[in-house]
Nanobody, 116 residues
Framework: QVQLVESGGGLVQPGGSLRLSCAAS????????MSWYRRAPGKEREWVAT????????TYADSVKGRFTISRDNAKKTVYLQMTSLKPEDTAVYYC?????????WGQGTQVTVSS
């Protein structure tokens, strides 16, 4: 079955950086686009970024454009989210997502807290 496991979250000061990872299994990773979403306390889930299966094309929410970078390593079946210039409003649980014709899978999430 499809499994996604996020890691790399933590507590960071404003202006700091973190790199999230999402290890995938149970499907042909290199055939699917991958996305990151986040859910802040009391808010709806928000799309953050998407990368195509080849990694050639990436798209970002306006709120993170220029600060976050999504990338992937198809050999390692892992997608990454490099976050820089972090702001308190980036505090959220971050989830990776894989979506195909027959599945729409989510990881358990990793907490990112931006606070001084």
């Amino acid at each position: 079955q499809v499994q996604l496991v996020e890691s790399g979250g933590g507590l960071v000061q404003p202006g700091g950086s973190l790199r999230l990872s999402c290890a995938a299994s149970g499907f042909t990773f290199s055939s699917y686009a991958m996305s990151w979403y986040r859910r802040a306390p009391g808010k709806e889930r928000e799309w953050v970024a998407t990368i195509t299966n080849s990694g050639v094309t990436t798209t970002y929410a306006d709120s993170v454009k220029g600060r976050f970078t999504i990338s992937r390593d198809n050999a390692k079946k892992t997608v990454y989210l490099q976050m820089t210039s972090l702001k308190p409003e980036d505090t959220a649980v971050y989830y990776c997502n894989a979506r195909g014709v027959h599945f729409d899978s989510w990881g358990q999430g990793t907490q990112v807290t931006v606070s001084s």
